[in-house]
């Protein structure tokens, strides 16, 4: 999978550019999902029908509807056709001060509203440095444990491990370094789901660019990419996705 968040970039005209440009791309080799500000959704889901590409939200309240100002609820991204929704992405956590309690509420809710979360967690350089990063990690996922069905929960979800300190800087994540951290997350939540569903998705994130993905999806633990500044880049991202289906 690969998948593009856009944050607060793009326009209507790069949802026309990114069409002509991944139409090369079908869904039995790879899962291409794109992430627009909400503004944009109703343009793709106009040109992306009858094409393999899907798109999602980079975030969705944790109510269903009421009296919320400025919120927009899962279900309603579920009609306009969304397939998947970005929930806890780090810059929501530290600008937006989002805690793992109020994430872990948005996956419930996206779930009961057939969206799939891509959960995203990670730690800063300087809990790196301090060796915290199991620590961190692992609370940021012990708020999803913590939910009521969290095997069904578990079952639903895509992760995205993003290092902060890789994100937006340029500074990749060694493949070495993503690899041991991904292939711990995956012990982690083995203990918390029976065997059958141990497949769960490991998405790759920080400074992901064209020269970089091949040596990071050669690693068993990696799944694909959530990429953030070379998804605006229809070049670049359409380079992505084919080192991430050749690499599979
Ligand atoms: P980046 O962003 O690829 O620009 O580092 C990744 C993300 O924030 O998801």
């Keep these: ?55 999602g939200a ?10 919320y100002t400025g919120e927009v609820s899962a279900l309603m991204l579920a009609e306009i056709g969304c397939r998947y ?15 793992d309690t109020f994430i872990a509420e948005k996956v419930k809710m996206a779930i009961s509203c057939d969206l799939i979360p891509i959960l995203c967690i990670g ?16 609370e940021q ?23 902060i300190w890789a994100i937006g800087t340029g500074k990749t994540a060694t493949p070495k370094l993503a690899q ?27 400074s992901v660019k064209a020269d970089n993905a091949a040596k990071l999806i050669a690693m068993p633990d990696i799944d694909g990419f959530l990429v953030g500044g070379a998804s605006l880049d229809s070049t670049q991202f359409v380079s992505i996705c084919q080192a991430a289906i050749e690499g599979r």
């Design 141 to 163: 996922l012990q708020a999803i444990i913590s939910l009521p069905e969290s095997e069904k929960v578990l079952s639903k979800l895509v992760i995205a491990y993003e290092p």
């Design 58 to 67: 980079q975030n969705c309240a944790n109510h269903l509807q009421g009296a």
């Design 180 to 206: 041991e951290t991904h292939s711990q997350i995956r012990q982690f939540l083995a203990q918390y789901l029976p065997k059958e569903q141990q497949s769960i998705r490991l998405l790759y994130g920080g």
């Design 123 to 138: 730690e800063t350089g300087e809990e790196r440095e301090a060796n915290q990063t199991d620590r961190v990690l692992q």
């Design 1 to 55: 999978m690969v998948a593009g968040n856009w944050k607060m970039h793009g326009s209507y005209e790069l949802v026309g550019v990114m069409r002509e440009s991944l139409n090369c791309f079908s869904n039995d080799e790879i899962d291409i999902v794109l992430f627009p500000p909400f503004l944009y959704l109703p343009e793709m889901a106009k040109q992306f029908q009858n094409s393999s590409l899907t798109y």
């Design 85 to 99: 929704v970005i929930l806890g992405h780090s810059e929501r956590r530290a600008i937006y001060h989002e805690t």
